[in-house]
Every structure is written in C-alpha cells, then in structure tokens.
C-alpha cells in the first residue's frame, strides 16, 4: 500500500489533472493525513503529568508482606496537626482490625514557596517517613495534580495492596465499624475485592453554571451539562486494580479541575466498574455532628470535619471509642 506522502507527490506531479483539481486533491489528502495521524497516535497525552518530586518515599512498600489497607491522603503543606492527628488515630496500624492486615498510610502534598514551611515538611518526613510532594503548585485549583500524583506513585511503588482508602487530611473514620461493613456488602478480607469502587456514589448530577458559586463551572471547562457517576473525595475505597487503569487514562483525559469529577467520574465512565453505595454511612459535618456522629444507634462511618478543628477531631475519636464499646 502506498503511503500518503507518495500518493500527494503523485497527484503534484501528474501532468493531466488541472492545477485547481489538483489543489482540491491536495487539501483532501492532507486532511485524511491527519486524520491518519491523529487516529494512529491515540497514545498521545493530552494531560501529562511531568512533575518531579521534592520529597518521596519510594520504598514504603518495598515488603514481602502485602499491604491489607493502603490510606491515600490528600494533604495541604500547613496541615502538620492533622497529620498526626490521623497517625495517633483512626489510621494508625493498632486501630485497625487485626484481620485487614498491614496499613501503609501516605499523603500526597503539592510544592509551597514557604522555604520555612518547607523545611518543617522535610523535618517531617525525617521523623515520619510518610510524605510524598511533587513541585506542581499545592493549590485549590490543582487537586487533580495531586489525585494524579497518588495514581502514578501507586503505579510505580506499591504492587502488594488489597485495598486502598483514599481519603482527605480532616476526614473521622470508624475503622473497625468499616470492615465490619465490608465483611457485609462485600465479604471483605475474605474475599478480594476486583474492579470496584466503594463511596457515596453521586449520579446524574448536573454541573454549578451559576457564576461565584465554589463549584462553578464554565462551557470551555467542561461542555456536557451533567457529569457521570462519581464519588466526592472526601473518602472512598477502590480495589487496586483499578489504579493503572487510571493513572494511564489520566494522561489522555483534558485536564479538569474538579478533582472528584476528574478522578472518579471522567476517569472512570468507560471502565465498566462495580460502583457499591456508602452513602449512608457519610456524615458531612456542620452543627449536628457531635450529636449524630456519636448517638446510638447510628450508622456513620465517615466524618468530615468542616472548617477543622484539632480539638473536635479528638473528641470525635475519643467519644466515637466509647460508643464502640457499648455496642461490641
């Protein structure tokens, strides 16, 4: 067959065509050319993600043991309390179900032009070991750099999950009463979960157009008027599967800033994935959280703590312990 270089050379140099058929010929080739380059280079990256890193730990999973519960956290730089506090609390390896095995906690931070912060988030990582930053501005804005950047350094680091619980820096979780949730919708540990997604599944909702709203969206940024099947990243599991699936298809989707759309919606929608709703178990903060989070009897998990306080998150943790012991 020929190629399509040859064929326009042909065409130019062929005495018997007039020069405005033989133009007419030309622009018609060239634009199959380039439906032909287009078509054949599908690998392209419209989106990719070449940041480098500032602080990593590569080496977090480097075990014989498999990981029984991956937390993925999305961090801001500043959040030093919040980061303890989930280390000392829900995420740490004694507060989980001895049956889940190995926890592996990481959070994933963006670059500051604070040197002095900087230099605490080093010392940090010295004591902790459990930072991973990339130089991609930490900003509202670019949160889908850093759900990105979890789905490329799980990719390249860490193949011994069971499960992943992706979750944000003030975000409460039962962890005892989540497995044994799991044990119920899906016979979790005893048997693996594939190609699913676990969280308030959110369905059919239709894009903020109204202009000064936090989640205003314009037609340049996104066209269609309604989004697909997605969670809120607040928290969420997914089996690990799904991870390179993603990271790979990250790189061929445009850009979009809302990163729960991003991640879970537009990622996702042509993977044919298990989608098991949790939205009952979500309590998303405000004035009746102490009441309704720690009553009895209730059925919250999850506990995001708007506008974070130190003192709220312990007591939540604390109080959440007692009412476990009155129903265990």
């Known amino acids: 067959m020929l190629e399509i270089n040859d064929v326009i050379m042909r065409v130019i140099s062929c005495g018997s065509i007039s020069i405005d058929m033989k133009m007419l010929i030309w622009i ?3 634009f199959l050319a380039k439906l032909y380059f287009l078509s054949a280079n599908t690998s392209i990256d419209v989106n990719p993600h070449n940041f ?17 519960l991956f937390v993925w956290v999305h961090s801001g730089p500043a959040n030093l309390r919040r980061r303890i506090a989930l280390r000392e ?21 963006g670059a500051i032009h604070n040197i002095t912060l900087q230099n605490r988030l080093v010392y940090e990582n010295e004591l902790y070991g459990d930072l991973v930053q990339e130089d991609y501005a930490d900003g509202y804005r670019n949160l889908t750099y850093k759900a990105m950047s979890g789905l ?5 680091y860490c193949h011994n999950i069971k499960l992943i619980l992706k979750t944000d820096d003030d975000m409460v979780i039962d ?26 599944v959110w369905m059919n909702r239709a894009v903020e157009r109204n202009k000064g709203m936090k989640w205003s969206v314009s037609k340049n940024e996104y066209r269609r008027e309604r989004y697909p099947t997605y969670c809120p990243g607040l928290a969420l599991l997914m089996s690990p599967d799904l991870v390179t699936k993603l990271w790979e298809n990250s790189q061929k989707v445009k850009f979009f800033w809302v990163d729960d759309v991003f991640f879970t ?8 994935v298990t989608w098991i709703q949790l939205g009952s178990l979500f309590h998303f903060g405000g004035n009746t959280l102490y009441t309704n989070f720690l009553e009895l ?14 003192d709220v998150f312990y007591y939540l943790w604390k109080n959440m312990f007692k009412t476990q012991d009155l129903i265990w």
């Open 152 to 156: 490329k350094w799980i990719t390249r």
């Open 28 to 30: 018609a080739l060239c």
């Open 297 to 310: 009897p209730n059925n919250y998990i999850f506990a995001h703590v708007f506008k974070y306080r130190n």
């Open 52 to 68: 480098s890193y500032l602080i990593n730990n590569p080496d977090l999973c480097d075990s014989s043991e498999d990981i029984g």
């Open 89 to 109: 609390t829900w995420a740490n390896q004694k507060n989980v179900p001895h049956a889940v095995g190995k926890v592996q906690m990481v959070f994933f931070l």
């Open 265 to 272: 919606g537009l990622l996702v929608e042509q993977l044919n």
């Open 175 to 200: 962890t005892k009463s989540l497995f044994i949730h799991l044990n119920h919708v899906a016979r979790y540990p005893e048997k693996p979960i594939v190609n699913t997604i676990l969280c308030d």
